[in-house]
């Protein structure tokens, strides 16, 4: 999911009292005295509340806590049923049987029906949708087929039966659990969406809500709006809460200033090393680990000649001090990267973290980065390199992490200019799609605990792959871990740590860091789940003491 963000479906959950349990203590504020209201806020607008379209965190949110889906990720990191009562599978790993609820309801009281599952999981194949995460959908029977626009839509593997939803797949999926957690497959009532038609999910009016709350007051544009008690939910007896306000608050200072006046429930900390620095020694302070990895990708379109060519690109990365750079740029709060699979986000079948056992070795040399630069200028014919790289305006480290990577490139490559480019959030997001860069600043945050959410975003012709490169050992590697190895941990790691080795070999992308957050968090509202993947923030259980 898309971040500077996409924080990120549970191969961690925080709590500030220690994992494994909800996170007590994490939001609330000490000063508030209405136990029904939570009061929270948004670093940068939200963009759609289309469920099939939806691709960065923030409207992810909205989405997830608005919404339902068949299963629901518990405080332990582990999928339960929601909407549905059970969940069966086959011995092969080849069928999911879901059996819903009786009575299912959406906010507006109209039936929730498994038909409605079957709608979701069509209308994000279909090309027609344009969904960037159609993708995910793959290994379902025809779902690669209808996305390619070979298979018709109606023959996609998930059917309903009475009140069941049977997904049938191509080959087992061991993240599948996960994808029946996830917001993007929520149900959507085809009668609502076909309705609303072009307005569809443009505002909270243009939406219905399958979860345990209703979203109120946004009109598409605006940036305060709420979350209030659904009463048609199934389990709304759980919802403590009544009401979550939200405002869009993006200058983080004017956001801890509200905090400390009681006015806001919980803010970050570490959008700038003065903030944190600022902050740190603060009694309210947690740790909210994500797995979100920070990278520049390359445009190699052949629009820019010198990010076409390999040496030049592999300079780059042997030019970038991905520890000074995350120590200016985040004070040492993240992590500097050593890959594209950051930490925390799954484990390998001998329990090692998957980040360190797939690393491929990038490292800083100076002396060696000059050298490939001044062979790669010779190739394509020229003695010095222009190029521009881009990031998020409304990101408060956008500004230090270009001035460092300016500063830091230009040093160690003679003959380099780095000019800086500066855009809002959504046309970052809209840049990449349509290769309007050199190069960008990226973050992705994992959908679920499993190597694939990160390693399917650069396959041959993947909706993510913004670079547009093409790197056949890497594509091999991840579809023999998707296929083959499907149900062997061991050799699907294997598989992993070569895709790794055939980024880097290629310098297809430039691995930055691995982020963490900090925030100041009142200890009097209890229950709020935070997972690491997927939902980074689930809200149902959420109270003030």
């Given at each position: 999911m898309d971040t500077w963000k996409k924080w990120a479906i549970g191969a961690a959950v925080v709590v500030v009292a220690g994992a494994g349990t909800r996170a007590a203590g994490l939001w609330g504020g000490s000063n508030g005295s209405d136990k029904d209201t939570l009061?929270?806020?948004?670093?940068?607008?939200?963009?759609?509340?289309?469920?099939?379209?939806?691709?960065?965190?923030?409207?992810g949110t909205v989405i997830g806590n608005t919404g339902s889906n068949l299963l629901r990720v518990n405080a332990k990191g582990k999928t339960v049923p929601d909407l549905a009562k059970s969940v069966k599978v086959s011995?092969?790993?080849?069928?999911?049987?879901?059996?819903?609820?009786?009575?299912?309801?959406?906010?507006?009281?109209?039936?929730?029906?498994?038909?409605?599952?079957?709608?979701?999981?069509?209308?994000?194949?279909?090309?027609?949708?344009?969904?960037?995460?159609?993708?995910?959908?793959?290994?379902?029977?025809?779902?690669?087929?209808?996305?390619?626009?070979?298979?018709?839509?109606?023959?996609?593997?998930?059917?309903?039966?009475?009140?069941?939803?049977?997904?049938?797949l191509e080959r087992p999926l061991p993240q599948f659990e996960y994808l029946l957690t996830f917001a993007n497959f929520m149900p959507?009532?085809?009668?609502?969406?076909?309705?609303?038609?072009?307005?569809?999910?443009?505002?909270?009016?243009k939406?219905?809500?399958?979860?345990?709350?209703?979203?109120?007051?946004?009109?598409?544009?605006?940036?305060?709006?709420?979350?209030?008690?659904?009463?048609?939910?199934?389990?709304?007896?759980?919802?403590?809460?009544?009401?979550?306000?939200?405002?869009?608050?993006?200058?983080p200072e004017t956001a801890v200033q509200l905090y400390k006046q009681g006015k806001l429930d919980r803010t970050t900390i570490s959008d700038t090393p003065e903030l944190y620095k600022a902050n740190k020694n603060n009694k309210d302070v947690v740790k909210q680990p994500e797995a979100t990895t920070s990278?520049?990708?390359y445009n190699q379109t052949g629009k820019n000649k010198f990010l076409a060519n390999t040496k030049i690109r592999q300079?780059?990365?042997?030019?970038?001090?991905?520890?000074?750079?995350?120590?200016?740029?985040?004070?040492?709060?993240?992590?500097?990267?050593?890959?594209?699979?950051?930490?925390?986000?799954?484990?390998?079948?001998?329990?090692?973290?998957?980040?360190a056992y797939v690393a491929p070795g990038y490292k800083y040399d100076a002396t060696a980065a000059a050298k490939l630069f001044a062979e790669g200028l010779k190739e394509v014919g020229e003695t010095k390199m222009s190029f521009t790289i881009t990031t998020d305006a409304d990101s408060p480290a956008g500004k230090s992490t270009l001035d460092y990577l300016k500063g830091s490139m230009e040093?160690?490559?003679?003959?380099?200019?780095?000019?800086?480019?500066?855009?809002?959030?959504?046309?970052?997001l809209s840049d990449s799609q349509t290769q309007n860069f050199d190069a960008v600043v990226s973050l992705w945050g994992?959908?679920?605990?499993?190597?694939?959410?990160?390693?399917?975003?650069?396959?041959?012709?993947?909706?993510?792959?913004?670079?547009?490169?093409?790197?056949?050992?890497?594509?091999?590697?991840?579809?023999?871990?998707?296929?083959?190895?499907?149900?062997?941990?061991?050799?699907?790691?294997?598989?992993?740590?070569?895709?790794?080795?055939?980024?880097?070999?290629?310098?297809?992308?430039?691995?930055l860091y691995f982020r963490s957050k900090y925030a100041l968090s009142r200890s009097n509202v209890k229950d709020i789940i935070i997972n690491t993947t997927g939902l980074n923030m689930d809200l149902k259980y959420a109270y003030r003491k």
């Open positions: 009061n929270l806020t948004f670093p940068t607008p939200i963009q759609t509340l289309d469920i099939s379209k939806n691709t960065d965190q923030y409207s011995k092969d790993g080849l069928t999911y049987t879901a059996t819903l609820r009786s009575g299912l309801k959406y906010s507006d009281g109209s039936k929730l029906t498994a038909e409605d599952f079957v709608y979701s999981w069509q209308r994000i194949v279909n090309p027609k949708t344009a969904s960037q995460y159609a993708y995910l959908s793959s290994g379902v029977k025809n779902a690669d087929a209808i996305v390619a626009g070979k298979e018709d839509v109606k023959n996609l593997g998930v059917k309903a039966d009475g009140n069941k939803v049977v997904f049938t959507q009532k085809q009668s609502f969406v076909e309705k609303q038609g072009k307005k569809y999910g443009t505002t909270s009016a939406q219905i809500y399958s979860g345990p709350y209703k979203f109120e007051g946004w009109n598409g544009t605006n940036n305060k709006f709420k979350m209030v008690k659904n009463d048609n939910y199934w389990d709304a007896k759980s919802v403590k809460t009544k009401e979550i306000t939200w405002q869009v608050i993006q200058k990278y520049i990708e300079a780059l990365n042997l030019a970038t001090n991905r520890k000074e750079l995350t120590d200016q740029v985040t004070s040492g709060i993240s992590t500097a990267a050593t890959g594209l699979a950051p930490e925390g986000l799954a484990k390998t079948a001998s329990g090692k973290d998957l980040a040093k160690a490559l003679p003959g380099l200019t780095v000019n800086e480019k500066f855009v809002p959030f959504k046309q970052r994992g959908d679920y605990p499993e190597g694939s959410t990160f390693y399917d975003l650069f396959k041959d012709g993947a909706s993510y792959n913004n670079g547009q490169f093409k790197n056949s050992a890497y594509t091999k590697a991840v579809e023999k871990a998707e296929t083959t190895d499907a149900l062997n941990a061991s050799a699907r790691d294997e598989d992993y740590k070569e895709a790794e080795a055939a980024l880097y070999k290629d310098a297809n992308i430039n691995p």
